[in-house]
T-cell receptor, first 116, second 114 residues
C-alpha cells in the first residue's frame, strides 16, 4: 500500500511556542489530506480536511487560528499548533488519499505532542 | 449526521480462538463504505477490511471476515485463529460513497491471551 510519513513522531515544546508537524505522501500524490486528534484510549476525531492548493475545512469546534493547516503541494501537508498550551498535548495523526471517491485513505504513524 | 457505535470497550480472546467485535452505525444513505481499522501499540492505523454497502457478499481477508447486516445497520468483525499480533485497538469506520471523511467508532481494545 501507499506510504504516508509523518514527522516528527514525538515532540516536546514549551507552553506558548509553536510546533509544526509534517505529513508527506511518499509514493503518491495526495489531493486530500486529513488531520486527526486522538486522546489516550479514545477514538480519532477529525480536525480538518485539506485539499491541495485551497484552504482547509475545519470541523466544528476546532480553532483554525490555533491549528494552522497548509497543503501547498500534492505530497505535503503541515499542521502548526500555534501558541501551544498543555491542553493541546495529544496524539495527532494525518491521513492522505490519492483522489477519487472510492480510494483508500492511508495513515501516517502519528505525532505525540507534549506541551510543558 | 452519521454515527458509529462500538459497544464493547474491551474484549479478550484465547490464542487460536475466534472473537467477534461489534459495530453499529446510523445513516440515511443507501450507499456507503464500512471499514475496520487496527491500531496496535505503535499507534499506526492499519486497514483490516472494507465493505461496500451495495455488495451483499460479506468481505473476507484471510482470518478476518465481516458480518454485514444492512437492514440492521450492523457490521461486525470476526477474527478467526486469533494470534498474539492481533492484540490492538480496533476501530469501525464509515464513509459516504460521495464523501471523503471517515467517521470512527469509539474503538474496542482486543487482548489476546496466550
Amino acid at each position: 500500500g501507499a506510504v504516508v510519513s509523518q514527522h516528527p513522531s514525538r515532540v516536546i515544546c514549551k507552553s506558548g511556542t509553536s510546533v509544526k508537524i509534517e505529513c508527506r505522501s511518499l509514493d503518491f500524490q495526495a489531493t486530500t489530506m486529513f488531520w486527526y486528534r486522538q486522546f489516550p484510549k479514545q477514538s480519532l476525531m477529525l480536525m480538518a480536511t485539506s485539499n491541495e492548493g485551497s484552504k482547509a475545512t475545519y470541523e466544528q469546534g476546532v480553532e483554525k487560528d490555533k491549528f494552522l493547516i497548509n497543503h501547498a503541494s500534492l505530497t505535503l501537508s503541515t499542521l502548526t499548533v500555534t501558541s501551544a498550551h498543555p491542553e493541546d498535548s495529544s496524539f495527532y495523526i494525518c491521513s492522505a488519499r490519492v483522489g477519487g471517491l472510492n480510494t483508500e485513505a492511508f495513515f501516517g504513524q502519528g505525532t505525540r505532542l507534549t506541551v510543558v | 449526521a452519521q454515527t458509529v457505535t462500538q459497544s464493547q470497550p474491551e474484549m479478550s480472546v484465547q490464542e487460536a480462538e475466534t472473537v467477534t467485535l461489534s459495530c453499529t452505525y446510523d445513516t440515511s444513505e443507501s450507499d456507503y463504505y464500512l471499514f475496520w481499522y487496527k491500531q496496535p501499540p505503535s499507534r499506526q492505523m492499519i486497514l483490516v477490511i472494507r465493505q461496500e454497502a451495495y455488495k451483499q457478499q460479506n468481505a473476507t481477508e484471510n482470518r478476518f471476515s465481516v458480518n454485514f447486516q444492512k437492514a440492521a445497520k450492523s457490521f461486525s468483525l470476526k477474527i478467526s485463529d486469533s494470534q498474539l499480533g492481533d492484540a490492538a485497538m480496533y476501530f469501525c469506520a464509515y464513509r459516504e460513497t460521495s464523501g471523503s471523511r471517515l467517521t470512527f467508532g469509539e474503538g474496542t481494545q482486543l487482548t489476546v491471551n496466550p
